[in-house]
T-cell receptor, first 113, second 115 residues
Framework: GESVGLHLPTLSVQEGDNSIINCAYS??????FIWYKQESGKGPQFIID?????DKRQGQRVTVLLNKTVKHLSLQIAATQPGDSAVYFC????????????FGRGTSLIVHP | NAGVTQTPKFQVLKTGQSMTLQCAQD?????MSWYRQDPGMGLRLIHY???????DQGEVPNGYNVSRSTTEDFPLRLLSAAPSQTSVYFC??????????????FGQGTRLTVV
């Protein structure tokens, strides 16, 4: 999940396990949340999004959960594969704002074969 | 299907030099933005634009200028490069749908080193 400091939070899992990546967002006015995946040397890529009127959204092997009460977001990856190794960012968009996303620091996911 | 194109991919500058990082998108997106990414850090917003002719400052705007004369292009200018501007720069665009926007599409990044 998100943390203060110079080192990127890291999650290490075995291939086939389920992964859960957490994110705390800052603004209660945010109404749109996106998870991005960034592979080494590449730009971030969209994984899944969720609007604030939802608690859960599922994609292919990924699920995003939103808890607005505690301003917490999580990304669940089922049956994690080596190709899932990357840095994962959550981003929030604020209702009535510029609609330019604000990013968290990211979590590095390492999948061991 | 180009998406967001950034040039150059790599650049080395001497302190005090100026340069422009180019960003172009072919998706007719209203929103464009520039981020910098430093080791162990997330993406920090430098400048953004919500449409042609409209720009605004983000979290870390000092030392950078932008303009948006067309929907497609959003160049980032470094007027006098400093070692603290050594970073990877990403340009992104997203589409507006009514009062909401969609996910951002990112370029492949420009790795800038200032010596």
């Amino acid at each position: 999940g998100e943390s203060v400091g110079l080192h990127l939070p890291t999650l290490s899992v075995q291939e086939g396990d389920n992964s859960i990546i957490n994110c705390a967002y800052s603004n209660s006015a945010s109404d749109y949340f996106i998870w991005y995946k960034q592979e080494s040397g590449k730009g971030p890529q969209f994984i899944i999004d969720i609007r604030s009127n939802m608690d859960k959204r599922q994609g292919q092997r990924v699920t995003v959960l939103l808890n607005k009460t505690v301003k917490h977001l999580s990304l669940q990856i089922a049956a994690t594969q080596p190709g899932d190794s990357a840095v994962y960012f959550c981003a929030e968009n604020m209702r009535g704002g510029s609609y330019i996303p604000t990013f968290g620091r990211g979590t590095s996911l390492i999948v061991h074969p | 299907n180009a998406g967001v194109t950034q040039t150059p991919k790599f650049q080395v500058l001497k302190t005090g030099q100026s340069m422009t990082l180019q960003c172009a998108q072919d998706m007719n997106h209203e929103y464009m933005s520039w981020y910098r990414q430093d080791p162990g850090m997330g993406l920090r917003l430098i400048h953004y634009s919500v449409g042609a002719g409209i720009t605004d400052q983000g979290e870390v705007p000092n030392g950078y200028n932008v303009s948006r004369s067309t929907t497609e292009d959003f160049p980032l200018r470094l007027l006098s490069a400093a070692p603290s501007q050594t970073s990877v720069y990403f340009c992104a665009s997203s589409r507006r749908t009514g009062t909401r926007n969609t996910e951002a599409f990112f370029g492949q990044g420009t790795r800038l080193t200032v010596v």
